[in-house]
């Protein structure tokens, strides 16, 4: 299914005027500070382009404009606009779509067409249900009224999303959900947060092992601390090694209290000592002996990692399967837009089975025997664990 985002006409040299006196919702009058510029039969969009309730309404095509007063064609503005709002004239009011299965092929106008212009959206937003996916497109822009119409665009073809990206979960979402706009009811930015919310919900409750992974770091000479990965999941540290000068050492975790019983005073001499413990206090681990850097160090960290933030309409996801996602979602806004309960059930069984489907791929990617580490998440309460599976 083709989506065209398509772009407005430019209004930047377009006659302007600015509401001067209220214009209540239905009002079929317009007071303006000057009409000058604007004529009958002219398409006025009211509000700036791409804000809330901005709208589009035609100038009478009969009644005659004074120098402060712009008639409508019909009875009523869908909304109120206040004093100062701006009213700028447009060429067109319309877009018509031509589609043809080749770039140099014979363009046919689809069914739909023309479809009125999304002023309140950025752009003007189009799902295709019909034509092939890689269907080549040119748009035109007329007016209802007088039935101009502007030049043929270059022929293109709409942007095709990876199937794990956000701008195909959102497609998928507003199929669902049957919202064809990108702002009048949500914007494409405000699903892009809320999946981004779901991945990192999902993956702070569950340990997938696609999402498993190393994480490198070195020491540094005479310093006993180190850095937990800020892309790593808390709690989900596994193993530990540290190289130093060629030599490989698995430190053993402790809990705060018994790695404070160790020998400080012979961990705090700049040796190249093996690193034989380990512990976790907040964000950062503390190294027994005190590591000496003097040559070559490297450490690595096993975890699993925080999902990637998506902000990229065409960035892949770190989930192998984000059904569960585009239902998560999808349930979250029908609730919101108060659906019927028919729609919510659904949604929520796709969830359910997505969750499945998730968990199943996870169990086919794991690689190894099992085993749990009991590793606590922070500070000197030993009773804090996170039970780690890999």
Same mark, same amino acid.
């Given at each position: 299914?083709?989506?065209?985002?398509?772009?407005?006409?430019?209004?930047?040299?377009?006659?302007?005027?600015?509401?001067?006196?209220?214009?209540?919702?239905?009002?079929?009058?317009?007071?303006?500070?000057?009409?000058?510029?604007?004529?009958?039969?002219?398409?006025?969009?009211?509000?700036?382009?791409?804000?809330?309730?901005?709208?589009?309404?035609?100038?009478?095509?009969?009644?005659?404009?004074?120098?402060?007063?712009?008639?409508?064609?019909?009875?009523?503005?869908?909304?109120?606009?206040?004093?100062?709002?701006?009213?700028?004239?447009?060429?067109?009011?319309?877009?018509?779509?031509?589609?043809?299965?080749?770039?140099?092929?014979?363009?046919?106008?689809?069914?739909?067409?023309?479809?009125?212009?999304?002023?309140?959206?950025?752009?003007?937003?189009?799902?295709?249900?019909?034509?092939?996916?890689?269907?080549?497109?040119?748009?035109?822009?007329?007016?209802?009224?007088?039935?101009?119409?502007?030049?043929?665009?270059?022929?293109?073809?709409?942007?095709?999303?990876?199937?794990?990206? =956000?701008?195909?979960?959102?497609?998928?979402?507003?199929?669902? %959900?049957? !919202?064809? *706009?990108?702002?009048? +009811?949500?914007? /494409? $930015?405000?699903?892009?947060?809320?999946?981004?919310?779901?991945?990192?919900?999902?993956?702070?409750?569950?340990?997938?092992?696609?999402?498993?992974?190393?994480?490198?770091?070195?020491?540094?000479?005479?310093?006993?601390?180190?850095?937990?990965?800020?892309?790593?999941?808390?709690?989900?540290?596994?193993?530990?090694?540290?190289?130093?000068?060629?030599?490989?050492?698995? =430190?053993?975790?402790?809990?705060?209290?018994?790695?404070?019983? %160790?020998? !400080?005073? *012979?961990?705090?001499? +700049?040796?190249? /000592? $093996?690193?034989?413990?380990?512990?976790?206090?907040?964000?950062?681990?503390?190294?027994?002996?005190?590591?000496?850097?003097?040559?070559?160090?490297?450490?690595?960290?096993?975890?699993?990692?925080?999902?990637?933030?998506?902000?990229?309409?065409?960035?892949?996801?770190?989930?192998?399967?984000?059904?569960?996602?585009?239902?998560?979602?999808?349930?979250?806004?029908?609730?919101?837009?108060?659906?019927?309960?028919?729609?919510?059930?659904? %949604?929520?069984?796709?969830?359910?089975?997505?969750?499945?489907?998730?968990?199943?791929?996870?169990?086919?990617?794991?690689?190894?025997?099992?085993?749990?580490?009991?590793?606590?998440?922070?500070?000197?309460?030993?009773?804090?664990?996170?039970?780690?599976?890999?």
């Amino acid at each position: 299914m083709p989506i065209l985002n398509i772009e407005h006409p430019d209004l930047r040299y377009q006659p302007r005027t600015f509401v001067s006196s209220a214009l209540a919702a239905s009002g079929a009058t317009i007071t303006v500070e000057n009409s000058t510029g604007f004529t009958a039969s002219d398409a006025m969009v009211i509000g700036g382009v791409g804000e809330e309730k901005t709208e589009e309404i035609l100038v009478h095509a009969s009644t005659s404009i004074t120098s402060t007063t712009i008639p409508t064609v019909a009875a009523a503005v869908v909304f109120a606009h206040s004093i100062g709002t701006p009213i700028t004239r447009s060429d067109w009011d319309q877009i018509r779509i031509w589609t043809a299965t080749t770039e140099t092929g014979t363009f046919t106008e689809i069914a739909a067409s023309p479809i009125d212009i999304d002023w309140e959206g950025k752009l003007t937003r189009y799902n295709d249900e019909v034509s092939a996916e890689n269907a080549w497109f040119k748009t035109q822009f007329s007016h209802s009224v007088d039935a101009t119409t502007g030049e043929l665009g270059d022929a293109f073809q709409p942007a095709r999303f990876k199937v794990r990206s =956000p701008g195909a979960m959102i497609s998928s979402i507003r199929t669902l %959900l049957n !919202i064809k *706009d990108n702002f009048k +009811v949500i914007s /494409d $930015a405000t699903l892009m947060d809320m999946l981004n919310i779901s991945q990192l919900a999902l993956s702070a409750d569950r340990d997938f092992p696609f999402l498993e992974t190393t994480f490198t770091d070195s020491t540094v000479d005479s310093v006993q601390t180190i850095a937990l990965p800020t892309t790593m999941k808390p709690g989900s540290l596994t193993d530990l090694n540290i190289l130093l000068d060629g030599t490989n050492y698995h =430190p053993e975790y402790v809990d705060v209290d018994t790695f404070l019983a %160790l020998d !400080i005073d *012979d961990g705090l001499e +700049v040796t190249q /000592d $093996a690193i034989t413990h380990y512990t976790i206090v907040g964000l950062n681990i503390l190294l027994f002996p005190v590591p000496s850097a003097s040559g070559s160090s490297d450490v690595t960290f096993y975890g699993t990692k925080v999902p990637d933030i998506l902000d990229e309409q065409n960035e892949q996801s770190n989930f192998p399967d984000v059904t569960y996602f585009v239902y998560d979602v999808a349930h979250q806004l029908a609730i919101m837009l108060n659906k019927q309960t028919k729609i919510l059930d659904r %949604l929520q069984g796709e969830k359910d089975r997505a969750m499945v489907r998730m968990m199943k791929y996870g169990t086919k990617q794991s690689t190894g025997p099992g085993r749990v580490r009991r590793i606590p998440v922070v500070d000197r309460d030993p009773s804090r664990f996170w039970e780690i599976t890999t």
